[in-house]
């Protein structure tokens, strides 16, 4: 399995971007796709989850209502819209994927900078 995350880049603080992951290999046996960040001097920590077979989506409390997961299973793809961002947002971006719901993601892509200035 591989995980190619892309879409990043420079943003004014309430702009908008959208990150793609695209996977390839054994994609039938997940059980989701995720999308991380990690700021500087921070933990990784969840963004947002969405089923792959299913339309169940999770989102961390500090992206709700500005960041909507989505996919796309013809292209094997995951998106993540990011409206109204904040300077807070700034991180860098990974994809994940797990087989099941009781494991930890164990698939990962490379990662994307996303960057919005105030």
């Known amino acids: 399995v591989q995980l190619q995350a892309s879409g990043g880049g420079l943003v004014q603080a309430g702009g908008s971007l959208r990150l793609s992951c695209a996977a390839s290999?054994?994609?039938?046996?997940?059980?989701?796709m995720g999308w991380f960040r990690r700021a500087p001097g921070k933990e990784r920590e969840f963004v947002a989850a969405?089923?792959?077979?299913?339309?169940?989506?999770t989102y961390a409390d500090s992206v709700k209502g500005r960041f909507t997961i989505s996919r796309d299973n013809a292209e094997n793809t995951v998106y993540l819209q990011m409206n109204s961002l904040k300077s807070e947002d700034t991180a860098v971006y990974y994809c994940a994927a797990r087989g099941t719901s009781w494991s930890a993601y164990n698939y990962w892509g490379q990662g994307t900078q996303v960057t919005v200035s105030s």
């Open positions: 969405i089923g792959w077979s299913s339309s169940s989506t």
């Open positions: 290999g054994r994609t039938g046996n997940f059980y989701d």
